[in-house]
């Protein structure tokens, strides 16, 4: 039996994100584009948060000594330790959306995932000391 690849895993967080984003468009924004996609950088936080490397400057390091992660998770370059963290406070709201929409998608596939069995995980973003 064939397990799946870190870049199955990746492909489907980014198509389950892309149905989130038809149904719940991200707000119009002022100022210059974001240089590095929201879902980029919701997969490099998870996968942050499952190594424990929680400090932005391990992560960055972690990045510049990982190179085969950068390219499959789409960085086309790699982001400063302050834009890691600045970006990630703006991300909390629209992870919240997208983990509500990932569990009500979830319901349909088998009675398992339903909601009352359901429980919250908020390890994702630490709390700041």
Same mark, same amino acid.
């Given at each position: ?65 990982? =190179?085969?992660?950068? @390219?499959?998770?789409?960085? $086309?370059?790699?982001? !400063?330790?302050?834009? #890691?963290?600045?970006?990630? /406070? ?13 569990? =009500?998608?979830?319901? @349909?596939?088998?009675?398992? $995932?339903?909601?009352? !069995?359901?429980?919250? #995980?908020?390890?994702?973003? /630490?709390?700041?000391?």
């Amino acid at each position: 039996m064939l397990k799946p690849t870190f870049n199955d895993y990746v492909r489907t967080v980014r198509l389950l994100f892309e149905k989130y984003q038809q149904q719940v468009p991200p707000p119009i924004r002022r100022g210059r584009k974001q240089t590095y996609q929201n879902i980029t950088l919701i997969l490099f936080f998870t996968i942050m948060t499952l190594r424990r490397i929680f400090k932005e400057k391990a992560q960055r390091r972690w990045l510049e000594n990982h =190179q085969k992660y950068v @390219e499959e998770l789409g960085f $086309f370059s790699l982001p !400063n330790r302050t834009t #890691l963290s600045r970006r990630k /406070k703006k991300l909390y709201s629209i992870v919240q959306g997208f983990v509500q929409y990932v569990g =009500q998608w979830a319901e @349909e596939l088998e009675e398992a $995932f339903f909601g009352n !069995n359901l429980f919250a #995980l908020k390890s994702l973003f /630490k709390a700041n000391d």
